[in-house]
């Protein structure tokens, strides 16, 4: 497993109300312990309190915690404008330049910030987003028997097309409607640690192509080890593996214009 080198598209940092799988707070230097001993070497990171309280306070929380941490990328949480609890859609942009960040996410489920996931909602974001290429991580918070709101990502995905738009955690009971999503949207990648399929990685890159999925872990609120062991064993190529434990979130990332 350690011949392969892991970018973690999804990880928090801070202490979650709920502890289930990790008893710690989470600050740079127990995430650096964690991944050293898992041999992942880099992540994209959320903020806790972006998630559980208010974005605002999360991503500056966030900032705060990185701060010299190289190894560790911003992923600032978004929310729709018109209640006026964050950045208007003109402004998404500088925020993330000052912030050194360059990939954002949105939780709009019941369980997270209660917004309907429309493009009439969240459509300003979106077209912000897409004019620089800004990869957007969408997480429905799903388990291992959720669905995801498909027909709202078949629309976000139609309307814009040019918007890298990452499924996270897409659950052990997506395929019939994440299928057709991969199939007529190429703007849309899923995260591996919450795609329980038996096969599922190989079929989708069979189908799809290894491209098309990438590394991430949920830490902590899950457990990274199964999720580095879920890609490192799976029946595909080397160089297909080396894609989805870094080499298309690096694609991704490269290709932001801020």
């Known amino acids: 497993m350690n011949e392969l080198s892991f ?45 559980e309280y208010a974005p605002a ?11 010299g941490a190289d190894r560790f990328s911003p992923c600032l949480t978004l929310m729709p404008p018109l209640t006026g609890e964050l950045w208007q859609p003109e402004d998404i942009l500088d925020e993330l ?40 991580f969408v997480d429905f918070e799903l388990g291992r028997r959720d669905e995801a709101d498909w027909v709202g990502l078949y629309d976000l995905a139609d309307a814009y097309p040019g918007l890298p738009i990452v499924v996270i955690r897409p659950g052990g009971r997506s395929d019939r409607g994440l299928y057709p999503l991969l199939t007529r949207s190429a703007n849309v990648y899923i995260e591996s640690g919450g795609y329980w399929v038996h096969n599922g990685i190989e079929k989708i890159c069979d189908v799809f192509g290894a491209e098309r999925i990438m590394f991430g872990s949920g830490f902590p609120y899950w457990t990274p080890s199964g999720a580095v062991f879920h890609v490192a064993t799976a029946a595909v190529s080397d160089s297909e593996k080396a894609l989805i434990a870094h080499g298309n979130l690096d694609r991704l990332l490269s290709e932001v214009n801020l």
């Open 7 to 51: 970018f973690d598209c999804n990880a928090f940092i801070g202490q979650p109300s709920l502890v289930k799988y990790f008893p710690e707070r989470v600050t740079v230097p127990v995430l650096s312990k964690e991944y050293d001993r898992l041999g992942i070497a880099r992540a994209l990171v959320t903020h806790v309190a972006a998630k």
């Open 97 to 136: 330049r000052q912030r050194g960040a360059l990939a954002a996410r949105l939780f709009p489920s019941l369980t997270g910030h209660r917004y309907p996931f429309d493009v009439r909602v969240i459509g300003s974001i979106c077209e912000v987003l897409e004019t620089a290429r800004v990869p957007l």
């Open 57 to 67: 306070v999360g991503n500056d929380l966030l900032r705060q915690e990185l701060a």
